[in-house]
């Protein structure tokens, strides 16, 4: 069986009925971890995929969450990234991917 943090999709990637379904399996995992960084950032990369306003929006709730708890997540960023891209803001995203590159740097430069 997947976890949930795997089942995240691509935006295009797969059918709107599947993409639900994805966000179906995160949504009923995530009260039971709420504090989970990881089921809240793949919560918020299936909803980028459906591509709706709506869902846009909660996305975006759900990296802003994740980034007030923790500003240096890089995958928070990446995500943020992909978010932006969604809603036609290239500067944005080049921003984001910048910071994102540059924490993941970071991290790996620390021992």
């Known amino acids: ?6 089942c995240s999709l691509k935006p295009g990637s797969a059918d709107p009925q599947r993409k639900a379904h994805v966000v ?3 949504r ?7 504090d989970s960084a990881e ?3 793949g919560m918020a990369q299936a909803k980028i995929g459906l591509a709706t306003d709506a869902e846009i929006n909660d ?6 969450r994740v980034l007030d708890t923790n500003p240096k997540n890089a995958k928070a960023h990446f995500l ?4 932006h891209e969604a809603q036609g803001k290239q ?9 994102a590159a540059e924490l ?3 991290t790996q430069a620390t021992p």
């Open 1 to 6: 069986m997947r976890r949930a943090s795997e």
């Open 24 to 26: 179906a399996i995160f």
């Open 28 to 34: 009923s995992a995530l009260p039971k971890s709420p």
């Open 39 to 41: 089921l809240t950032l």
């Open 59 to 64: 996305a975006s709730t759900l990296i802003k």
């Open 80 to 83: 943020r990234r992909k978010l």
């Open 91 to 99: 500067a944005d995203a080049i921003t984001e991917y910048r910071t």
């Open 104 to 106: 993941l740097l970071e």
